[in-house]
């Protein structure tokens, strides 16, 4: 039976959440209340019989005494302390607190996850209601017409007398005008309160189709099974409208040319040697990094060793394609954080910029880049290559350490908790919270 230091601390945990003696539970157990003592004090260690004993009479079983908290708990409240440095949690004790309060330590666990997903809610509220080009323009057509209403109504309401044809025109504009905010209010209602979780008719193409490939995982085996590019769009594409089934040509017809130039059967045996890294992947294979990036990104679970996230933007700078990591977030819409090595990658192109990378106000593990921007299309006769930039994102490869100095980046300026940044665009939202 597994047994650990701790299980004296539990098994005093538990007696005294059943308003039990040191003696009586001594008593009962068959050894003297001194013994129990030392064993409560993890000084002796206790197995077999006697631990068997303890538990029956204490109603759990021997597991909860010997095994403690679970490893994923564990995990959870590392990466609680972590969020936030400043607190110097004793990260040394961690077990005995999870051991001796597992309900507390759940608790705590359950709330960093908590505060977690109501951060990325609200970057993706922010980007959504700063980028959206739907709801700013259903803002605008609401001001227009407002203000096309309010202007025919102070005509009215003007002293004199109005000709009888003119009154009857700015009476049918303004029940017009009426007619077109209720429906556009309609509309935008509609709108906010759709179901993330469905497709949205009026939803722009790019987060049609950004919806479905993080449904499909980014990977598409119909493709990798050298079926073509028809059976993915009929499968994945039914509910698409016109303009996102449109863009999803254009990514499936991408895909499919790094399939056929990087099979799996070619790139699987060597990312089991090598690893997820792009630089050697290429020279390896004798393939384009930038290639390699996007099929590394498209790659099944089981045959990554660790998973990556991809970042792909166009020369200006707005992200065309995102496959973000749990530990690096993207926003939905627009530019992301100035100071990612995606955007230095444009101003110095055909070389891959690598190094470690961290995020402002997330887990203090830093993560590994490696960005690259290479023109699109060939030589051209008088005119200048037009570049689109990738960036890759994974754990630190084995053996290196992220420096103790390492900068931190944001995600966007207005969910960046970053209040000194030569790179920052705008107010944030969340650096009042970032000093509490």
């Known amino acids: 039976m597994p047994r650990d230091t701790l299980t004296g601390s539990r098994i005093r945990e538990r007696r005294v959440l059943r308003g039990l003696k040191q003696a009586d539970l001594a008593r009962q157990a068959g050894i003297s209340a001194s013994y129990l003592n030392l064993i409560e004090h993890n000084r002796r260690r206790i197995g077999g019989k006697l631990l068997l004993a303890i538990a029956d009479i204490l109603r759990v079983e021997p597991a909860a005494l010997t095994e403690g908290a679970g490893a994923a708990l564990i995990a959870s409240l590392r990466e609680a302390s972590a969020d936030r440095p400043q607190v110097g949690a004793e990260l040394d004790r961690v077990d005995e607190f999870a051991g001796r309060f597992p309900g507390w330590a759940q608790l705590v666990a359950d709330s960093r996850a908590r505060i977690t997903q109501l951060e990325r809610s609200l970057e993706t509220l922010n980007d959504r209601m700063t980028h959206d080009p739907h709801l700013a323009a259903s803002l605008h057509e609401m001001l227009s017409t407002v203000t096309a209403i309010r202007s025919a109504a102070s005509i009215l309401a003007e ?155 166009d020369a200006s700078g707005v992200l065309t394609y995102r496959k973000p990591l749990p530990e690096f977030p993207m926003p939905r819409f627009g530019a992301a954080c100035p100071l990612w090595p995606l955007y230095r990658a444009l101003s110095r192109p055909h070389v891959i910029l690598s190094g470690p990378v961290m995020q402002a106000g997330r887990s203090s593990a830093a993560l590994w880049a490696e960005a690259l921007a290479t023109p699109l299309g060939g030589p051209a006769v008088n005119a200048d290559p037009l570049y689109q930039a990738q960036m890759m994102v994974r754990p630190l490869p084995a053996g290196i350490e992220a420096p103790a100095a390492l900068p931190q980046l944001g995600v966007a300026c207005r969910v960046c908790p970053r209040e000194a940044c030569e790179g920052r665009r705008e107010p944030s939202i969340l650096a009042s919270a970032s000093r509490g």
């Open 159 to 313: 002293p004199g007398e109005v000709d009888a044809e003119w009154q009857a025109r700015f009476h049918r504009n303004i029940y017009e005008d009426s007619a077109r905010l209720a429906e556009t209010s309609r509309g935008l209602v509609s709108y906010l309160e759709a179901d993330e979780t469905s497709p949205l008719e009026t939803g722009t193409p790019q987060e049609e189709l950004d919806a479905v490939l993080e449904g499909a995982g980014h990977t598409i085996p119909e493709i990798e099974e050298g079926e073509g590019t028809d059976a993915a769009l009929s499968r994945l594409g039914r509910s698409l409208s016109e303009p996102a089934k449109g863009l999803f040509r254009l990514w499936l017809d991408r895909y499919a040319a790094d399939a056929r130039a990087l099979p799996l059967s070619a790139l699987q045996p060597e990312i089991a040697e090598h690893g997820p890294n792009p630089a050697v992947l290429a020279a390896k294979l004798g393939a384009d990094p930038a290639r390699v990036m996007r099929r590394l990104a498209a790659m099944p679970l089981d045959v990554l060793p660790t998973p990556v996230g991809l970042a792909i933007c």
